[in-house]
Structure formats: structure tokens, C-alpha cells
């Protein structure tokens, strides 16, 4: 039902804008030979926009899974935790200051530099996390939440003053990338999205049983001849990368790492191995639809995609929160 709800939304999306086109132009531009203005604007600016959609989504329906199964706790996500921030400070130090001297120096192109400076970043926020959250005898949410906090707060400093730094012509641009859009897509940024976001899938959804035992807890996990060290290290890395990926092309585009896993867990269980897939494709139909919404809601302006999704998924998360409470977990 995932499936089909997202090649629905997607050829919808595909259809829908200043320029309408019905589904016999869209099929006969996709798999024949048609060439014109439908052809313009579905091969060239809405495919790539909806296929950076379903891999951004997908990575941080995924990555939140993870993150929550990694840390055990259902509240857990990319971006409560400071990985998003971070990931977006690094973007941010390249667009405002090192892009230029960096391709000067090593000739390498903006859209191979931008990711590796997000994941860098990721990683930096993600590992801090780790290293303050977990102790020999016990792991602590609170302190997660709390590092979490921290290092939002001076990531957004840092991003501020890189804002107030950069010129006015690039301000707007940045500005519009912090809160999140697809506007910016092409099939450049779509190849090297796929590259790197769809075999860390794959790795991830490898980890789906070792995900199940890490619940019982580390002894427990180990008891069951899980490696406890390599598999969080793996974890984390593949994780950071994926946000990072996303952060770089999409900019930062909170909750849908916290709804989608929190969500499907009514429906799938908690299992990974079930959990993981259906997160993957339900963040993609989420992001599809609010990419849809972001450049159609307010023609001819484009809201930012970030926008939407916290307005949907801030009451979603106190929701969590009330159910989490009324359970007696937190």
C-alpha cells in the first residue's frame, strides 16, 4: 500500500504545477520518444526535484529508525540530537566561506564538496552525542536530549553568524536552504545523492536484526554474538552520511526521522526488519507530498519544505510525548 501510495503522489507531483500535464504526456515522456514543453518540464525539472524527494526522505525515515533503535528510545532523532545542525554548519562553512578557495586549490566541484563538509559535520555532532550519552553501566536519555539541546544551539549560533557574514545576494539563497527546498535539484545532485544514500540503505537494512538484539540492551546483544562496538560505529557513520547527503541538497528538514518510524510502529510493529523498509518509503511519500504542497499551496511563491514539516510534525511530537507519558515511559 506504501508503494503504490508513492508512485501515485509521484506521478501526481509529476502532473501538477504552472504548467499542468496529464498522465498520457508524463508515461509518453518517460518511456517514449516525445519531445516539447512536457518534456522540458517533466525530465527536467520536476523528475529531478521528486527524485531527490523520495532519496532524502527515504534516508531520514531510515536514519531516524536507526537512531532510535540505537539509542533505544523512541523520542530519539536526527535532528533533536544535533546531527542536522551540525551537518548543516558544515554545508554552511562551505557555501559562506571555503567554497571558492577549495575548488581553487583542489578543482573539486561544489556538489562533491558540499556533502563530505555535511557529513563531517554530522559525524561530529553524532559522535559527541554518543560520547556524553553513554556510560559503562548505563545509557541516559536525558543527557542525550540535553548534548542534543547544546549542540542545536551552537550550531545555530554558528549558523547565524555565518549568515551575518555572508553578502546580501547570497543571503536569500542560504536563508531559503537552511529551512529547507528542493528547488535546487538537478540530476547532478540527484546521481550523487543515489550514490551515496541508496548503498547506505542497503548496509542499514543488513543491521535490521542486529538492530532487534541491540533493544535487549548491550549485554544482551553481545550474549547474542552481536558485536556491539563495530555495529554502533556503523550505525553512526552510515547514519551521519545519509543526514549529511540530505542536509547538503536539501538543507535541513526536521521531524520526518521522528514521525515516520514513531508512526509506522502502530502499524508494522516494532521490528526492524519490517520497520526500516516501511520507514524508507513512507518518508519518501511524505516528502513527495510536502514538495508538492511547498510549490503549489502559495503559486507562485515556494514555501520551504522545512516549514511545512515542522507545522505537521510539531503537534505529531507532542502527541508522542503525551502518549510516551501516559505509557509510563518517560
Avoid at 520518444?33 to 512536457?38: D, L, P, T, V
Avoid at 537512531?67 to 533505544?72: N, S
Amino acid at each position: 500500500m506504501l508503494v503504490l501510495a508513492l508512485l501515485a503522489v509521484s506521478f501526481f507531483s509529476l502532473s501538477v504545477g504552472s504548467v499542468p500535464i496529464d498522465l498520457c504526456e508524463i508515461t509518453d515522456t518517460l518511456f517514449g520518444e516525445k519531445r516539447g514543453m512536457a518534456s522540458i518540464v517533466v525530465v527536467d525539472i520536476r523528475l529531478p526535484r521528486m527524485l531527490l524527494a523520495i532519496l532524502t526522505g527515504a534516508g531520514l525515515g531510515v536514519s531516524g529508525a536507526v537512531i532510535q533503535g540505537l539509542f533505544r528510545n523512541p523520542l530519539a532523532e536526527p535532528g533533536l540530537i544535533g546531527v542536522s545542525a551540525g551537518a548543516a554548519l558544515g554545508a554552511a562553512c562551505v557555501l559562506v566561506l571555503g567554497a571558492e578557495i577549495i575548488r581553487q586549490i583542489a578543482a573539486v566541484p561544489l556538489n562533491v564538496i558540499l556533502p563530505i563538509a555535511a557529513f563531517i559535520g554530522g559525524l561530529v555532532a553524532t559522535l559527541l552525542v554518543m560520547a556524553f550519552s553513554w556510560s559503562r553501566t548505563a545509557f541516559s536519555v536525558t543527557t542525550m536530549l540535553l548534548v542534543g539541546l547544546a549542540l542545536n544551539t551552537m550550531a545555530t549560533g554558528g549558523i547565524g553568524l555565518l549568515t551575518a557574514l555572508t553578502d546580501q545576494d547570497s543571503l536569500r539563497n542560504l536563508t531559503f536552504w537552511l529551512l529547507g527546498s528542493m528547488a535546487a535539484a538537478d540530476n547532478d545532485k540527484v546521481l550523487i545523492s543515489a550514490i551515496i544514500i541508496i548503498p547506505s540503505l542497503c548496509w542499514l537494512l543488513r543491521d535490521s536484526a542486529n538492530l532487534d538484539c541491540l533493544l535487549l540492551g548491550e549485554s544482551g546483544a553481545r550474549a547474542l554474538g552481536v558485536p556491539v562496538t563495530r555495529l554502533k560505529f556503523r550505525l553512526v557513520l552510515l547514519s551521519a552520511l545519509i543526514v549529511g547527503t540530505s542536509v547538503a541538497f536539501a538543507g535541513i528538514i526536521g521531524f520526518i526521522g521522528l514521525i515516520v518510524p514513531n508512526l509506522l510502529r502502530f502499524i508494522v510493529g516494532p521490528m526492524h526488519r519490517w520497520l526500516m523498509p516501511a520507514s524508507a518509503i513512507f518518508g519518501a511519500l511524505i516528502l513527495v507530498a510536502a514538495d508538492l504542497l511547498a510549490r503549489t499551496v502559495w503559486f507562485p511563491q515556494e514555501l520551504p519544505i522545512g516549514v511545512l514539516t515542522s507545522l505537521i510534525g510539531g503537534p505529531i511530537f507532542i502527541f508522542l510525548i503525551l502518549w510516551q507519558r501516559k505509557k509510563g515511559l518517560i
